[in-house]
């Protein structure tokens, strides 16, 4: 009795204490998510996805709205603002289970995909028509959105930086591939050895 008397009187700091470390670690969460669309913030996407690739069966996914400025331009920001949060949860529901996706930057998106089935062609190739898709607070708006990616198991020893540098690559070359045809969503993959970074090209990671 007289153990649990002198207990009592720490019960209230301890109790504080480990309510402020759940607060604190709420208030962590929300910083590494990005405000508009809810996905993690680029250092969030990038300390994740570096575990991820890991995994043979990793691939790794760059995205990004065609002609977002014009966008902007012509039905002002808050349609585009309604198109990138629309993006982003399309993506992320695309990439589960086990896989991650986050907001870069602007209108480019990044995701991690582990294929279990051997089927993330078919996967990314269904994403891209379910990511071109009008945005229901905003049907006026019609865009497409292009992919690039890479298999892990394709390229192994490669770090997240260099496999993102990969389907950054494969991206940039499905958007030339696409510009003088239909306004489809486009799938680009990048199999050679090419790793260069295009021009203008912020790292990652």
Do not use: C
């Not at 966008?71 to 309604?82: F, K, L, R």
């Not at 949060?85 to 896989?99: F, K, N, Q």
């Not at 229901?136 to 019609?142: G, I």
């Amino acid at each position: 009795m007289n153990t649990l008397a002198a207990l009592l009187p720490a019960v209230p700091p301890v109790i504080g204490w480990a309510v402020h470390a759940r607060w604190l670690y709420g208030r962590l969460t929300t910083a590494r998510r990005d405000p508009l669309t809810g996905l993690w913030t680029r250092d969030a996407f990038a300390h994740r996805a570096r575990h991820l690739v890991r995994d043979p069966r990793a691939t790794v996914v760059l995205a990004d709205i065609d002609h977002f400025k014009q966008i902007n331009d012509t039905h002002g920001h808050a349609a585009g603002d309604a198109l990138l949060a629309t993006v982003a949860a399309r993506l992320a529901h695309g990439t589960t289970p086990g896989g991650v996706a986050g907001r870069l930057g602007g209108d480019e998106f990044a995701a991690v995909v582990i294929d279990r089935d051997g089927t993330v062609a078919d996967q990314l190739d269904t994403l891209t028509r379910v990511l071109a898709r009008p945005v229901d607070t905003a049907p006026e708006v019609h865009t497409t959105v292009s992919l690039g990616w890479v298999r892990a198991a394709d390229h192994p020893g490669e770090d997240l930086s260099a496999l993102l540098r990969r389907a950054d690559e494969a991206m940039y070359v499905a958007k030339r591939s696409g510009r003088s045809g239909p306004r489809r969503a486009r799938l680009g993959r990048l199999l050679g050895s090419v790793a260069g970074r295009r021009p203008g090209r912020r790292g990652a990671a």
